[in-house]
Nanobody
Framework: QVQLVESGGGLVQAGGSLRLSCAASGRTTGPYAMGWFRQAPGKEREFVAGISWTTGNTAYADSVKGRFTISRDNAKNTVYLQMNSLKPEDTAVYYC?????????????????WGQGTQVTVSS
């Protein structure tokens, strides 16, 4: 079992920045990958960014490339999502997720464990 707890969401004006954190606990040994997803009202959950805990390889959705950066802190078992140049269309509940594989997947059904989500609201 893996427990994931997100934090760092909030309200920010367009053009601003936020940093989300996701702390993992439980069975965090072995190869695994972490992903950030988001879900806006009335829309499906979509992939935002992912990182392989083992290799450090990263992946991003086209909509956030150049604005968002995913990173990890091995000592703290925490993954971060630095979000810059935020836009109103980035408004959503953001979730972190983990899967027992070295590879990042961009589909939600590829992940085994999920956090509770944190709200990000970007005002225009």
């Amino acid at each position: 079992q893996v427990q994931l707890v997100e934090s760092g969401g909030g309200l920010v004006q367009a053009g601003g920045s936020l940093r989300l954190s996701c702390a993992a606990s439980g069975r965090t040994t072995g190869p695994y990958a972490m992903g950030w997803f988001r879900q806006a009202p009335g829309k499906e959950r979509e992939f935002v960014a992912g990182i392989s805990w083992t290799t450090g390889n990263t992946a991003y959705a086209d909509s956030v490339k150049g604005r968002f950066t995913i990173s990890r802190d091995n000592a703290k078992n925490t993954v971060y999502l630095q979000m810059n140049s935020l836009k109103p269309e980035d408004t959503a509940v953001y979730y972190c997720a983990s899967r027992a594989s070295v590879f990042v997947r961009t589909t939600a059904n590829g992940y085994d464990y999920w956090g509770q989500g944190t709200q990000v609201t970007v005002s225009s």
